[in-house]
């Protein structure tokens, strides 16, 4: 991302895991969404100006071992060689290259009242690494009981999940898929402003 002068001001975020989530939904025999949640995971958040100003560097890890679809089975097969591989690969790392308030280019007089962003980043599943773009809306910010400072974000994406190794193809009997390709990727994030 962009690199900070010495005369800036910077800040760094992490998440809070008791107020963001993680959540994937992929479609089950293409008649229905099925959702996911990657329980344990964090991000980091460097910044530079005032509040949540422009960010400098931006790094997500989710935890593989900690995803959960609410059926034991079921998560353990996600978990295994015919998706995820923990075992060899317990890491989802997202590293962004780019977050871009929209509005701004070029700038418009209603640019300053856009909450809306585009985030680019080098996502790595399964020891595959690929360019993905993501959208989402900043929440604002606030102060909390504990009087930190925090800054909310939501954020939007879908991918392949054959381009990053997941390649399980599972036919029903009557020749149905019963997993998608295409999955999507939602986060709901707070972040805390570190002292």
Same mark, same amino acid.
């Given at each position: ?5 010495? @005369? ?8 809070? !895991?008791? *107020? ?18 990657? #329980? ?24 593989? @071992?900690?995803?959960?679809?609410? *059926? ?17 690969? !317990? ?15 070029? !700038? ?39 009087? #930190? ?26 020749? #149905? ?16 402003? #570190? !002292?």
């Amino acid at each position: 991302m962009n690199i900070i002068s010495q @005369n800036e001001s910077h800040s760094h975020w992490e998440i809070d !895991p008791f *107020h963001s989530e993680l959540i994937f939904k992929i479609q089950h025999l293409m008649i229905s969404t099925l959702s996911g949640h990657l #329980k344990t995971f964090s991000v980091n958040v460097q910044t530079s100006g005032n509040d949540f100003g422009q960010v400098t560097d931006l790094l997500v890890t989710a935890d593989v @071992n900690s995803l959960t679809t609410g *059926h034991g089975s079921r998560d353990e097969h996600l978990k295994s060689k015919d998706f995820f591989d923990a075992e060899i690969h !317990p890491q989802i790392n997202f590293d962004g290259i780019l977050f871009e308030k929209q509005g701004m280019n070029p !700038p418009s007089h209603l640019s300053a009242y856009r909450r809306d962003f585009k985030l680019q980043g080098k996502l790595t599943i399964k020891g595959i690494s690929k360019l993905i773009l993501l959208e989402g809306e900043f929440g604002g910010m606030s102060v909390g009981l504990d009087e #930190k400072k925090r800054a909310g974000f939501t954020v939007r994406g879908k991918i392949s999940r054959e381009e990053f190794g997941l390649t399980w193809k599972g036919l029903t009997t009557a020749g #149905k898929m019963v997993v998608s390709d295409e999955v999507n990727i939602l986060g709901n994030l707070q972040l805390i402003k #570190k !002292p």
